[in-house]
């Protein structure tokens, strides 16, 4: 059942414990309890999400401001971004970041939800980076098949045939909802012509190909997105995963509202070289009560990229002289936790549309109140209309060429260097302001295989007592984004990219139908000025072999350095940045974790 205070739970004692009802721990807690002997119980520090229309219609997000569904984090301020701190949003609500969408300056959020699986081999580097074939691609196929499933778009006739009339397709049976974009703009199939030109040039051949389906292995091309909504509604892991458990068993629990604070070892272990850490602290406010609640097998923390190193560090698990500096008691030295934090740089370029076919880009909509209303109310009555399908139709992955003694930053050749996403309107995210008319397209660049690299610490500089403020106050979170040379002239190049792309024939045909950006926009400056980042941070608590320093968890996902009952399921287990939007693999990952979890509890 659905808890809003840890006083009210029936018992202080499940099995499993779940930190955090998000993307993975929803996998987690909806795969234990499908064992009726097992008691299992999610700890959320977040809201409930029914009835957030702006969490569940596909084009929206939350119209209030930054606060009701996000943690409301910022980065420290970034050498690489001439000193600018950026926002780290991230879902804080049942489902976790699943449930939210990307900022924007005039609708607060924006949300693409876009369907990735990343490509062969990413997940074959995974198996190589923890010794465990089991996270290879092939391996993976059954658990990425238990994830989702393609369905139609219910408005849409003018798309490629529906989904599932097309075996070839990648997703399986799950219950994550899969689907084509709910409606196409003449836009949309511009960037599918000139993608099919590129191809076809000598020149570019596959820098630029058109792909008709993104996940079945090799990432490189130009394509609709697919993405996590199922008639014209967002799937989330909360109604994917969650709900349906909740509904159905009487062996979960969630409690929402309620952050776990530290994670408590077993006081017969304190001073030995293994330690169990059996219970979970709780609290609803810095200065309310806390509750103890005790895991009789494991603790899954499933907390994000920043909640489950925080976590860890408040417990005394992490770099000892980090941990000792804020004030913790450190008991287990484990390097690795909160290092290797990275997550991928974002653009937007603007580029003014002079005429229009009507309709063809949402700005009159969303600077419009009126409008805004009738299309949540068409939303509303028949999850029809633009807030029914995500703002971008179509994105790109592309490799950028390497010199032949360069070393390749990605996984393989099937992953992608750099991302181009388009959107039939000015997309205000960051902190560019909707301008009050005109019409645009958005091009948004992005660098999906980045080699800087940042960390994330426990704040001890505000003079507050750390372990009292416990999960209530931020870390200190730094990605290190654009701090290294490469990444920039990644971005360079997809800047370049995005310019041959709009360069092509069906974009110049229309006379006068863009103008372009100023020439200066293609320079390291614009790019300091204005990178941003599409909020995929991961490696925070990163999977890897015996021998590697800065692993946090061994290739069953268990912490190292002699703990006992506790895992990691979520984004900071990645060893390296998944070369896409990382929600499907999360989704995957978490499924092949449920199946090790299992196995390891049969007793
Ligand atoms: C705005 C936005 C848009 C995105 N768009 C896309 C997209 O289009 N496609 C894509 O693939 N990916 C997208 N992502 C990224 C993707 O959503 C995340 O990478 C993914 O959801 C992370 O999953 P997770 O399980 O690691 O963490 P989360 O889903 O963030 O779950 C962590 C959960 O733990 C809870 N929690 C944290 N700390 C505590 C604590 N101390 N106590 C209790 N609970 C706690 C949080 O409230 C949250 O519910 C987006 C992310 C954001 C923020």
Not at 13 to 21: H, L, M, N, R, T
Not at 358 to 385: H, K, M, V
Request: overall charge negative.
């Amino acid at each position: 059942a659905l808890y809003t205070d840890p006083a009210d739970l029936p018992t202080t004692e499940y099995d499993y414990i779940v930190v955090g009802a998000g993307t993975a721990g929803n996998v987690i807690a909806n795969r234990l309890s499908e064992d009726s002997s097992r008691r299992v119980l999610v700890v959320e520090a977040g809201v409930d999400d029914t009835g957030i229309v702006t969490v569940h219609a596909p084009f929206l997000g939350p119209n209030n401001q930054q606060t009701l569904t996000d943690w409301n984090y910022t980065t420290v301020p970034q050498t690489g971004l001439n000193n600018r701190s950026i926002t780290v949003p991230r879902g804080f609500v049942l489902g976790g970041s699943s449930s939210i969408s990307e900022y924007s300056t005039f609708f607060d959020f924006f949300d693409f939800m876009v369907w990735t699986q990343g490509s062969s081999d990413l997940f074959d580097s995974y198996a190589d980076a923890s010794g465990d074939p089991g996270w290879g691609w092939d391996a993976i196929q059954p658990f990425w098949k238990k994830v989702s499933t393609l369905v139609p778009s219910p408005n849409n006739p003018t798309l490629p045939p529906p989904p599932s009339s097309d075996p070839t397709l990648s997703n399986g049976n799950g219950p994550v909802q899969i689907a084509l974009p709910n409606f196409a703009t003449e836009l949309d199939y511009r960037v599918i012509n000139a993608s099919q030109i590129l191809q076809s040039s000598n020149t570019t051949s596959d820098r630029f190909k058109y792909t008709q389906d993104m996940n079945g292995g090799d990432t490189i091309g130009f394509g609709f997105n697919q993405e996590s909504t199922g008639g014209g509604e967002r799937s989330s892991s909360a109604t994917a995963y969650l709900w349906p458990a909740l509904n159905e068993r009487d062996n979960v629990d969630v409690v929402i509202g309620t952050r776990a604070m530290r994670l408590v070892v077993d006081e017969c272990d304190r001073y030995n070289s293994q330690k169990r850490f059996g219970a979970v602290e709780v609290a609803q406010s810095v200065d309310g009560p806390r509750t103890i609640l005790n895991a009789t097998r494991e603790i899954v923390l499933s907390a994000g990229s920043i909640g489950t190193p925080q976590l860890l560090l408040l417990s005394g698990i992490g770099p000892k002289d980090e941990v000792e500096a804020a004030g913790v008691e450190s008991l287990v030295n484990l390097k690795g936790v909160g290092k290797n934090l990275v997550d991928h740089p974002l653009l937007l370029t603007y580029y003014s549309v002079s005429a229009p076919p009507a309709s063809s880009t949402f700005d009159d909509t969303i600077r419009n109140p009126s409008l805004i209303n009738s299309a949540i109310s068409e939303w509303s009555t028949s999850r029809s209309g633009l807030f029914s399908t995500a703002p971008t139709s179509l994105l790109g992955f592309m490799r950028v060429p390497l010199a032949s003694d360069e070393p390749d930053p990605s996984t393989g050749p099937k992953s992608a260097h750099t991302e181009i996403l388009f959107l039939d309107g000015f997309a205000a995210l960051g902190a560019a302001k909707q301008p009050s008319e005109g019409y645009f397209l958005s091009v948004i660049t992005a660098v999906v295989s980045p080699t800087s690299r940042g960390s994330l610490l426990l704040d001890s500089t505000s003079g507050l007592n750390v372990t009292q403020q416990g999960t209530f106050s931020q870390p200190l979170i730094d990605y290190g984004i654009m701090s290294e040379e490469w990444d920039v002239n990644a971005m360079l190049q997809a800047l370049e990219d995005a310019d041959t792309f709009l360069g092509t024939e069906p974009w110049g045909a229309v006379s006068g139908l863009f103008n372009t950006t100023d020439s200066s926009s293609n320079s390291e400056q614009y790019i300091r000025e204005n990178t941003i980042s599409v909020y995929h941070p991961i490696g925070s608590a990163k999977m890897g072999k015996a021998g590697d320093k800065l692993a946090v968890v061994d290739e069953r996902l268990r912490v190292r350095g002699g703990v006992k009952g506790v895992r990691v399921v979520d984004a900071s287990v990645f060893p390296t940045i998944p070369e896409c939007h990382p929600q499907a693999v999360i989704y995957t990952i978490a499924e092949r974790a449920a199946e090790l979890i299992k196995q390891d509890n049969v007793l």
